[in-house]
Structures are given as C-alpha cells and as structure tokens.
C-alpha cells in the first residue's frame, strides 16, 4: 500500500483555543510534573523500604531535569514526617584524638551549645572572682600564717635551747650559725682562745647539736611548704567546685535525660578543677611575643565548646538535599587545620560535616558521573553505606601523607537514602565493573525521555512553563506560544503522540523567546516569538549544513532532482554536527554485470561502513537472492556505493534505496531522480521504520526549494513513520499547495512503482521491473551456462590430450 500524504498528516498541531488562560500569567505552577508513572513508582517504591541497600539509581537524560523531579517527589513524600536529629562533637578529655559525638532532638544541639557557651563564660569570670573575694583571701593568709607561725615556734624552740647552752643564732647570707655568748654577748675570738680546751670542746659540741637540730627542722620545711600548696590548692578547687556545682545545677536539670550529655558535664568539671590556673592565666599580661597568638589557656576554654555539626532546629522534616561537588571532603566531612609553630594542628572544633551528616535521617542526590571523577569519594560513599556509619577520613590520611596530629572522630550512624542521577551507560558500567553496586542500589528509576501527549501531559506542560517564567521573571505567554511550545516539544522526540521531558531545553527556548519579545518592545512572548527562536538557534549552529547545500547547489556534491538515472537513486541521511542535526541527501549508485551471486559493499570493503549498516547489505544481498534466484543461481556482480562520502557510513535506513539502485542496474530501467527515499527493510521486503525522518525530509526539500520547486519533488517514507512526522511550516505549506509530495510505503514494490514510473506523480506496475530483472539475470544465467560448459569441455579435452600423451 502507497499513499501520498495530505498536509493535515504532516504537523500535529495544538489549537490554542482550548486552552482556559489567555496567559501563563493566569495559571497558578502545580507541583506535579510530567508523568513518569514508573519512576515515579520506583521512587516510592525506594523510599518506603526500610532495610539497608535499597538506594535508587535514577537514570535518564540529565536533559529531564531527574533532580527537579526526585526533589519535589521527596519533599511530597517527607510532608508532615518528624525532623531528623542535632549532631555534635564534644572533647574527650581523657583521649584528646578522639572526639565523641552527640546525638540530640532537633533545636537541643544549638540550645546545648549555647548553654556550655553561657557556662564557660560564667566560669571564666566568676572563678577568678571568687578566688579573689576577701573571704577566699583570709582562708588562703590562714593556712599562710600557720606555716609562719610554725616557723616562729621552731625559732623560738632553737633559741631558747642555745641561750640554754650558752649559745645564740645569729643569721648570715648563707644561713643561721651559733655563736657562744657571755652575759648575752658574743664571745670574742681573743676571749674564746683563751678558754681552756675543755671549755672550747664544750662550746663546739653545743654548737654541733644546735646545729643538727637546726637541720632537723629545716628539713620538715619542704614537706610543710608541700603541704602549705595542696592546702591552698584544695581551696583553690574548693572555691571553684561551689562556683561549678552551683553553675551546673541547672544544666544537670535540664539534660538529666542525656546520659551522654551527663557524663560529660563530670568530665568538664573534673577537667576545669584539675587545671584552674589555667582560668587563672586568662586575665595576667601578655608578652609582647604572646600578643598575636592564642594563648594555651584559651585553647583550654575551646576544649569546653559544642561543635555542632548538624543543625535541624529550623528543618521542617527529613531533609532533602543535593551536593554538587560530591568530593571525598564534601561527602563525609572535613578536619580543618590551624598553623601553630609552621605546623598544622588540628582539634574538634574544626571538624567540618559533610553531606552524608547533613541529609542524615534523610535523602541525599549526588551526580554519579561528578561522584566517579572525585578520587576516594565512590569508595567512601560504598563503606559507609555498608557500615551504615560516617567515618570522617581525609585524603592525605588514605595515602598514608598524614604528617601532624590528626584526630579519630567517632563515628556517626548513617541512617540515608542516596539517589544517584545517572545515565544508563554509566549503569551498565557500574553493574558490570563494580561488584557491590548492585547490592548497594537495588532500586531503579527509569525516567522516559519523552511522555505520552495526553490532556494531563499538556497541562503539565503549560505548569513547567508557568514556572519556568516565574522562576526566571520571564514575560508571561499567551495561549498560542504555549501551544507552539508543546508542538516544539513533541518535534524534539519525532512523534505526534509523545511530548519530550527535556524541560531544560523548553526553558532554554522560553529565555531565547523572551529576549526576542523585549527586542519587539512587547510585554507578552507570542508564537512568532518561539518560533523565531527555534529558527535562530537552527540558524546559530547551521554553518555547516549551509555549506553543504551550497555545495550541491554548485555541483561540488552530485545530487540531481530531476530526470531520471539507471542505478542511481537519492537516499537520506543525517548528518551530526554537535549537537546539531540536519538531513542531507546522499547520491547512491549500483553497478551489476555477469558475476557469481556477488554483491559488493564498498563502504564495507573500505572499512567506512558500520555494522548495522554491513547488516543490511547482507539482508539486501538475502532479498535480492531470495527473490529473484530461488531455482537457479544468482548470475549477478553487483556493487553499491553511497558517492562522495568521507565521514564514515552507519545505519540501515538506505536499505529500500539501494535495493531500487540495484534493481535499476541490473534491469537497466531508470529511476526518478526528483524523488528521495529513506527506509530499512526486512528479507521479505516488507518497508521498517527509520529515525531521523523529519530531518531527512526537511533536508531534500531544502535543496529542492533552493534550486526551484517544480511540484514534481517529493521524498518516500515508510508508513509505519507517518506518525513521527512534525515537519516545519513551510514543508507543510508547500505540500498544501502541491509543490511537494510526501509518500509513504509498506513494501519494496510500493517504492519501486513510485521510483521507477515513467511520469511524475504517477505510478507503475512493477512487474514490468520484475520481468526485465528477472529476463536479464536469465540472460546472465545462460551467458554463465555457456561460458561454464565450454570450459568444462575445453578441460575435458584437455584431460584426454595428457592421457593419450601419457600412453
């Protein structure tokens, strides 16, 4: 069955009159976006298991804008759900290196840490000030004044025994000596010689003993000065465990559900009462050395700070977040460093969450192709899915280039769902090179890159432009732009019944137009606006197809659309420049002559065919075979080439077109050459759909109109493509007006009856074809048979002549 096309088949429109808005201005954004039901369901599907490896793999064009669509999904599903819990870090006291952490209700985290800021804020002024009240002073003189007192007493002991003795203690720059006296006065050095030896001998013995005893007491003094500073030390702690305990008394009340939190509030006050003078040293003068740097006492107070990693006092529910730069550091966290000394150093308070703490108790989006391209950050996201733990881990410390003191945070439970945005080849790659993604997402979002054209479809579609215009502070559209909007976006995918779900590029166009709108000094985006856009930006990318058709027009590229040609047809290609496309007609030429069943493929010989396109040579030279050598042997050499062809040659759309060339060399009966032809086909010659096809029509029309339409042009498309057909306006309107025609097909002899008719816009019946074919390979056959069987003669005299010689 062959049919020509009207213009009504040719461009699905929408009539903007069933529209109930005049603008977008009219229209309240829904937040329900294009259906993608089996996404959609995979996604709930996900978000609703409870056991760990259930994360979701969403794969699709990142044109579909996946990550919009998931977000708002997620937030509608977490609508009303409890807020996820605070997270800190606190010091651990006993082992520095190891900070611990802290898991409290949403908005207890900050209050805690404000709290412990109020807390050591008190104890930094109210320790010294209590250590400086007048009653802390006269406790602190009263143990001063026993240690004096007990030295009076000792000195007076000493004294009285060496007056006892004749002696007194006289004091020296090296200490106390005794020294005999007479009438309480010293003795002379001439009145001591004098004295007889018993005397002196009595006098020396006195000062020996008084000597030793001197250096009896003497030696209690260190255990009693030893004494006299644990004695005032246990003031000093005295003193500051009341201003403590007092402080604490109301923090204990209010946490006392935290066991955690308790412990560590005994850990803070047995830390401040060991280390006081630290308190102490706040308030002394600076060095001059000292002035631009930290002072070890106020490292000491940052010990007692709450760092809080994770803040959701102001959450409104689980949380939904997505980090773009998904590195090691931006996943599971940081350790920042200070310079002390030229090194770096580093301590709980410089702990910097990552991601993972942050949507923690929620959901998480990451890229998957950025997540790949961070070194470390894919094998730290598997562990700590596995170990449903964060780890904070640096990427010095896993190459082992860790030089200064780093700290071991405790680990955090990890309690995540993690969607990664991906396409379906990085997919496939995952699942066939990485043994544990299969087991780490088991969930898969398919997103479609098109969508039914449904009523719901396209009031969805008029919400994401409305939204978009709000987003961007675009002038609003009226009914008719959206109406070429959506036509727009059901061109993108080649289909009159499927919408694309590339809104980016909707978005991009909407901008585009908006511009072109403020050049007109309009305040409303109209058709000819999007319209216009879409022709600029095929302008903007369109050098090369412009070249090319300046080529053919030329003579440069040999393409001929009038007359006719034995063994040469116009096929249909698209040509990929970037991201652009375009169709361009492709001369295709057939040669046949007396062979043995051969047919050539000389982009294939050349190595410039693709597989598929090698596949369609072999189903050619099948059909060829099948049709037209059943009983008897193909007598043909044939050859097919597409002329002029540099780049490389892939696809199986020429099929029909090459089978026509063929059949036109081998019957000698020309074909039309005022008509192009795209279309794969099967062994039995039944017409496949092809993709591309409103690029390829498009293509030759353009040549035709730049060398004069004649009403005689046309193209030959398969009709199972009759719905994929959304051509430009002016295609439209020149088959409208009958200056070109559009065919479709279902079978070889539907094209070969277009093809090879001697008129235009007629046809013929191709048995007429069939017949010269098949009189021709005949011809060929007995050619072949003759040829055959005279050789086969010439060898068998040839055989008896060496017989008798050899007789």
């Known amino acids: 069955m062959k049919l020509e096309l009207s213009a009504e088949y040719l461009l699905k429109k929408l009539d903007e009159t069933s529209f109930p808005f005049k603008t977008t201005a009219e229209i309240k954004p829904d937040e329900e976006l294009l259906t993608q039901s089996r996404a959609k369901q995979s996604i709930e599907f996900g978000v609703g298991m409870p056991f760990s490896g259930y994360n979701i793999y969403a794969l699709g064009s990142t044109q579909s804008n996946k990550r919009k669509l998931i977000t708002k999904r997620l937030e509608h599903l977490v609508n009303g759900e409890k807020s996820t819990s605070d997270w800190c870090y606190i010091s651990n006291f006993e082992e520095p290196e190891k900070p611990k952490s802290i898991k409290l209700p949403p908005g207890l985290g900050r209050k805690f840490r404000r709290d412990m800021q109020i807390f050591i804020k008190n104890v930094r002024v109210l320790i010294p000030a209590s250590l400086s009240s007048d009653e802390f002073q006269n406790q602190k003189q009263e143990i001063a004044n026993a240690l004096q007192l007990h030295r009076t007493n000792d000195a007076t002991e000493l004294e009285q025994e060496a007056k006892n003795l004749n002696l007194t203690?006289?004091?020296?720059?090296?200490?106390?000596?005794?020294?005999?006296?007479?009438?309480?006065?010293?003795?002379?050095?001439?009145?001591?010689?004098?004295?007889?030896?018993?005397?002196?001998?009595?006098?020396?013995?006195?000062?020996?003993?008084?000597?030793?005893?001197?250096?009896?007491?003497?030696?209690?003094?260190?255990?009693?000065?030893?004494?006299?500073?644990?004695?005032?030390?246990?003031?000093?702690?005295?003193?500051?465990?009341?201003?403590?305990?007092?402080?604490?008394?109301?923090?204990?009340?209010?946490?006392?559900?935290?066991?955690?939190?308790?412990?560590?509030?005994?850990?803070?006050?047995?830390?401040?009462?060991?280390?006081?003078?630290?308190?102490?040293?706040?308030?002394?003068?600076?060095?001059?050395?000292?002035?631009?740097?930290?002072?070890?006492?106020?490292?000491?107070?940052?010990?007692?700070?709450?760092?809080?990693?994770?803040?959701?006092?102001?959450?409104?529910?689980?949380p939904v977040l997505y980090e773009s730069n998904p590195s090691l550091d931006s996943l599971v966290g940081k350790l920042e460093h200070r310079i002390e000394f030229g090194m770096p150093v580093t301590d709980f308070n410089l702990i910097r969450p990552g991601a993972l703490h942050r949507a923690n108790g929620g959901y998480l989006l990451l890229d998957a192709e950025r997540l790949l391209q961070k070194p470390f950050a894919w094998d730290a996201l598997k562990r700590s899915i596995s170990d449903q733990i964060i780890r904070i881990e640096s990427v010095s410390q896993m190459m082992n280039m860790t030089y200064s003191v780093s700290l071991e945070p405790e680990p955090i439970p990890l309690d995540?769902?993690?969607?990664?945005?991906?396409?379906?080849?990085?997919?496939?790659?995952?699942?066939?090179?990485?043994?544990?993604?299969?087991?780490?997402?088991?969930?898969?979002?398919?997103?479609?890159?098109?969508?039914?054209?449904?009523?719901?479809?396209?009031?969805?579609?008029?919400?994401?432009?409305?939204?978009?215009?709000?987003?961007?502070?675009?002038?609003?559209?009226?009914?008719?732009a959206v109406a070429r909007v959506i036509e727009h976006a059901s061109r993108l995918v080649a289909d009159q019944k499927r919408l694309s779900t590339h809104v980016d590029d909707i978005g991009d166009l909407l901008k585009e137009a908006d511009f072109l709108a403020t050049q007109d000094d309009l305040s409303i985006i109209a058709r000819k606006h999007i319209s216009k856009a879409i022709e600029q930006r095929v302008f903007r990318l369109g050098r090369y197809k412009e070249a090319v058709r300046k080529n053919i027009d030329r003579g440069l590229i040999l393409v001929d659309i009038s007359g006719t040609k034995v063994g040469q047809i116009n096929g249909l290609s698209v040509v990929s420049v970037g991201q652009f496309l375009f169709g361009q007609p492709m001369r295709i030429t057939a040669t046949a002559r007396l062979g043995r069943g051969e047919l050539i493929d000389i982009e294939r010989e050349s190595k410039m065919g693709g597989n598929i396109h090698s596949k369609a040579m072999m189903i050619v030279s099948s059909f060829i075979g099948s049709r037209y050598a059943q009983d008897r042997p193909l007598s043909l050499?044939?050859?097919?080439?597409?002329?002029q062809s540099y780049g490389g040659v892939e696809g199986d759309s020429a099929s029909i077109a090459e089978v026509c060339a063929l059949l036109s060399a081998i019957s000698e009966c020309p074909i039309r050459q005022n008509l192009a032809i795209t279309g794969s086909m099967d062994q039995h010659g039944k017409v496949q759909a092809i993709g591309g096809v409103n690029d390829k029509i498009e293509g030759f029309f353009d040549i035709c109109l730049s060398q004069g339409l004649t009403g005689e042009h046309g193209v030959i498309i398969p009709e199972s493509n009759r719905e994929h057909l959304m051509l430009r306006e002016d295609v439209v309107e020149a088959v409208k007006n009958k200056q070109f025609h559009i065919h479709t097909v279902t079978t070889i002899d539907d094209a070969m009856s277009l093809l090879f008719s001697e008129k235009p816009l007629s046809s013929i019946d191709v048995k007429e074809v069939h017949k010269c074919v098949i009189d021709r390979l005949d011809h060929w056959h007995n050619i072949r048979l003759n040829a055959d069987k005279e050789a086969e003669e010439k060898s068998t005299d040839i055989e008896s002549t060496d017989i008798h010689e050899n007789d």
Request: no cysteine.
């Open 637 to 643: 050499r044939g050859s097919l080439v597409f002329e």
């Open 169 to 318: 203690m006289l004091p020296t720059p090296k200490g106390f000596i005794f020294a005999p006296v007479d009438n309480d006065k010293v003795i002379e050095q001439d009145a001591y010689l004098e004295l007889s030896t018993e005397q002196r001998k009595e006098i020396q013995n006195n000062i020996e003993h008084m000597a030793d005893q001197l250096q009896e007491k003497l030696r209690e003094y260190p255990k009693i000065q030893q004494k006299l500073i644990e004695d005032q030390r246990s003031l000093i702690q005295k003193s500051a465990e009341q201003v403590i305990s007092t402080l604490m008394s109301n923090l204990h009340s209010q946490y006392e559900d935290y066991t955690r939190i308790i412990d560590y509030f005994a850990a803070v006050k047995h830390e401040l009462l060991e280390n006081v003078e630290k308190i102490m040293e706040l308030d002394a003068p600076q060095a001059p050395a000292q002035m631009f740097s930290t002072s070890n006492s106020e490292l000491f107070l940052d010990s007692f700070n709450v760092n809080l990693i994770v803040d959701s006092t102001d959450s409104k529910g689980p």
């Open 416 to 480: 995540v769902k993690i969607i990664l945005l991906g396409s379906n080849y990085l997919y496939h790659l995952l699942r066939n090179y990485d043994a544990d993604f299969d087991q780490l997402f088991k969930v898969v979002a398919d997103f479609d890159d098109d969508v039914e054209w449904s009523p719901q479809n396209v009031t969805a579609y008029t919400s994401i432009i409305a939204s978009t215009v709000k987003e961007f502070s675009l002038k609003a559209l009226d009914a008719a």
